[in-house]
């Protein structure tokens, strides 16, 4: 009975010593990587538009599959909060280099009134030819902002107006699903870098199993 005794204790040793080995040999990689942005994997945030293109025909994410997308909310005449915004993902785009092929980058206008499709296409232009923005109507325009939890007000400025608006840019991965806000404070490498985690091909590790072969 002690003998028993004795050798079932060394075998839960063993069994202990031998997990303990396989952490410690465990690949970094396996760990969850570090993201700036903010992670928002199964968010029911959106989860689509209830805009159209600036040719009137209705726009989907889904039309982007296969892409990533970047989707910001924003207005035209907007004097710095855009502008940065766009110009960022100029930059995030050359970061990305042949990946880039793989960026959609979509801007929604939260003005409307103002915004109509030639100024979009033309505003688009001056960043990027590749991007794309979408409108709706009013109705259509808060309905959508509401869906994304963006906030934006029109606020009198002299004898006009200005917006203000949420500044946050979402990515929606390669299959259509919304992962990540990304703050307007990262920079471009910042969120080149967890694009690029995004784009990385998902396989299950053939670690252990190459141990016993």
């Not at 303990?20 to 969850?32: D, H, I, Q």
């Not at 296409?121 to 979408?134: L, Q, S, T, W």
């Not at 608006?165 to 979402?170: D, L, Q, R, V």
Request: a positive charge.
């Amino acid at each position: 009975m002690q003998r028993r005794t004795v050798i079932t204790a060394l075998a839960t040793a063993s069994a202990a010593v031998f997990t303990t080995t396989m952490l410690a040999m465990t690949p970094a990689s396996a760990a969850a990587p570090k993201l700036s942005g903010i992670d928002i994997t199964g968010s029911s945030i959106g989860p689509d538009l209830h805009l159209s293109y600036t040719n009137g025909k209705p726009a989907s994410v889904k039309d982007f599959r296969g892409k990533l997308v970047l989707l910001f909310f924003g207005f035209t005449q907007c004097p710095d909060v855009c502008p940065t915004a766009l110009s960022r993902a100029v930059e995030i785009k050359r970061l990305l280099g042949a990946d880039g092929q793989r960026l959609q980058v979509l801007f929604a206008t939260v003005d409307p009134e103002r915004d109509t499709a030639p100024l979009l296409d033309a505003y688009m232009r001056a960043f990027d030819p590749g991007f794309i923005a979408v409108r709706g109507d009013k109705a259509q325009t808060a309905r959508t902002a509401s869906d994304f939890k963006i906030y934006y007000s029109k606020v009198p400025s002299g004898s006009s107006y200005t917006m203000d608006h949420t500044a946050i840019t979402y990515v929606f991965d390669e299959q259509g699903a919304i992962r990540l806000a990304l703050r307007h404070e990262q920079t471009a490498e910042q969120c080149a870098a967890d694009l690029r985690t995004l784009l990385q091909p998902k396989s299950p590790s053939n670690f252990l199993k190459g141990l016993f072969q």
